[in-house]
């Protein structure tokens, strides 16, 4: 397992990104709202060039998610989908969980509680 060290930006968002077996897994800690979107989108862009056949994006640090963050998940989840690789989702905490169950984005994202049920056994 490879980790690289956490990136703080000023918007008060961090990331965590690692590998572990073929997936890359990139952690999100912080709020993802109108001003920290673009920062969400530029890390989910550059941990897809680099992952391989599988991006896991652990959601169970946000403490906010507002619907900038949820339009950046389904972006990502078309790119995945014209390069016919895997993106999952940790919604394991309610500030992500309820907006994706409510957006009904759960019915098209591939959305896990836990970031254990996401990796590969």
């Known amino acids: 397992m490879t980790s690289e060290t956490p990136e ?10 690692e590998t572990v077996g073929q997936s890359t897994v990139l952690q999100v800690i912080g709020e993802i709202d109108t001003d920290t979107a673009p920062l969400f989108r530029e890390h989910l862009a550059a941990a897809r060039r680099d992952s391989t056949e599988r991006l ?3 959601l169970s640090g946000v403490t906010y998610m507002a619907s900038p963050g949820l339009s950046v998940l389904i972006e990502a989840h078309n790119e995945h989908r014209r390069l016919n690789t895997r993106l999952l989702v940790v919604a394991g905490s309610r500030a992500t969980r309820v907006p994706i169950m409510t957006t009904g984005l759960h019915a098209q994202l591939d959305v896990v509680i836990t970031l254990e049920q996401a990796l590969p056994s």
């Open 8 to 17: 703080r930006s000023p918007e008060v968002l961090d990331f965590r990104r």
């Open 56 to 58: 896991v994006v652990d």
